[in-house]
């Protein structure tokens, strides 16, 4: 059932002051050309089953098309293109109808500031195609035999896509993408609690791989609670490791992690100890082992893990640290630094010529974008140097 509070408030905001109640086509205005040219600041309200045969409707300024309850209400496109179009600025506002249009595709808008479809039931080959439109949400829509769905064209970046709690799916030897992004560019594209289902050789989601379709440094993907399955591909160019990616509690493809990690074995380099209890890095060239959304650095730094994720996360830090020193038996700490600050407590260690020591330090931080994370050691008796001979550090969410 349409939510009319909702509704309401989107009358009101538009200050809508027309009424139409549709129960058949001659309800609209005359066709032309095959376009039913809807008037601006109109409600239409489609009420039972209404077939526009091959025309399309083109809405207006402040269109907007409802039903009470998709289930009921329905329009019924013939023609091969698509059933409601939004074009020359205006917005593309639908709500509660069901659109049959088997030839056909849901929706075309171009160059709408805003794209706002909620509760679409029907049969179609097509959701249908967003030009440079500026903001596209879309919720509770369905089509459970299409070749393709939505496709995504934007010459300019785009503020919001938000696909939200529906089920798309493709039947049958289908070749098309459910959710192609192309080389459009967003802000925030948000893909919540939807159901994908790619048959064929068709694809769920296909975008740019490097995370090419947001904006650059500050644009947000969401991937949340999706399941995504069929026979066809999942995910093309985008994967769950680009950084600018969040891939959350989904079915059917991988979520995303943050993981960095580095090592040293049989390490000679000594690390010079200036002052007592004054910490430095541990000398040595490490090489990185695992970097998913951490890397060494820009440059690379040994001894280094910088996280490149997006939004702070909390982390676990470990390391595993064997030392050794010429002469006589010392105390030595280590500590892990996060930007040349000390986090937890020192870890204290004696070793010797004699005797090489493994230590195991473990502490937990919050890490934001760009904090870099390495390992430091003080002599606390005095300023004789120590070996760092193996290293292993490690920094995971948790």
Not at 67 to 90: C, F, M, P
Not at 145 to 161: A, D
Not at 244 to 259: P, R
Request: charged share 20%; hydrophobic share 40%; with cysteine.
């Amino acid at each position: 059932m349409h939510q009319l509070g909702r509704l309401n408030r989107i009358i009101d905001l538009l200050e809508l002051t027309d009424y139409v109640r549709v129960e058949a086509k001659k309800a609209f205005p005359i066709p032309a050309g095959g376009i039913i040219q809807l008037l601006d600041n109109t409600v239409y309200y489609i009420n039972g089953e209404v077939n526009i045969g091959t025309d399309r409707l083109v809405v207006g300024a402040n269109t907007l098309v409802v039903g009470t309850h998709n289930s009921r209400d329905k329009l019924v496109y013939e023609g091969t293109g698509a059933a409601i179009q939004a074009l020359g600025g205006n917005d593309l506002r639908v709500e509660e109808i069901t659109i049959i249009a088997a030839t056909g595709a849901y929706f075309d808008a171009v160059d709408a500031p805003v794209v706002d479809i909620g509760a679409i039931k029907g049969n179609s080959l097509r959701v249908g195609r967003f030009e440079d439109c500026n903001e596209v949400v879309v919720s509770l829509c369905t089509g459970n035999n299409l070749e393709s769905g939505m496709e995504m064209v934007n010459s300019s970046p785009g503020k919001l896509l938000e696909l939200r709690t529906s089920d798309l799916q493709q039947q049958g030897p289908a070749s098309g993408v459910i959710l192609d992004l192309g080389s459009s560019v967003w802000d925030t594209i948000q893909l919540i609690d939807t159901l994908f289902v790619s048959s064929g050789t068709g694809v769920d989601i296909r975008g740019l791989a490097a995370n090419n379709n947001l904006t650059p440094v500050t644009g947000r993907g969401r991937v949340f609670g999706n399941i995504v399955n069929g026979l066809g591909d999942h995910l093309d160019n985008i994967t769950s490791d680009d950084v600018q990616w969040a891939f959350v509690n989904n079915t059917g493809i991988a979520d995303s992690v943050a993981v960095g990690s580095f090592q040293l074995e049989g390490n000679a380099a000594v690390t010079t100890i200036g002052t007592q209890n004054v910490f430095v890095k541990a000398a040595g060239v490490t090489t990185l082992t695992m970097a998913k959304r951490f890397d060494g650095g820009d440059p690379v730094i040994s001894n280094n893990l910088r996280y490149i994720g997006l939004s702070p996360v909390p982390v676990c830090i470990q390391v595993n640290a064997e030392l050794t020193k010429s002469g006589a038996l010392k105390l030595f700490a280590l500590q892990v630094f996060k930007n040349g600050d000390p986090i937890g407590v020192p870890f204290h260690v004696e070793t010797s010529a004699a005797r090489s020591t493994t230590e195991h330090v473990s502490v937990v931080a919050v890490a934001d974008t760009d904090d870099e994370f390495d390992l430091r050691v003080a002599n606390t008796v005095d300023t004789d140097d120590v070996t760092i001979t193996d290293l292993v550090m490690s920094v995971v969410i948790v």
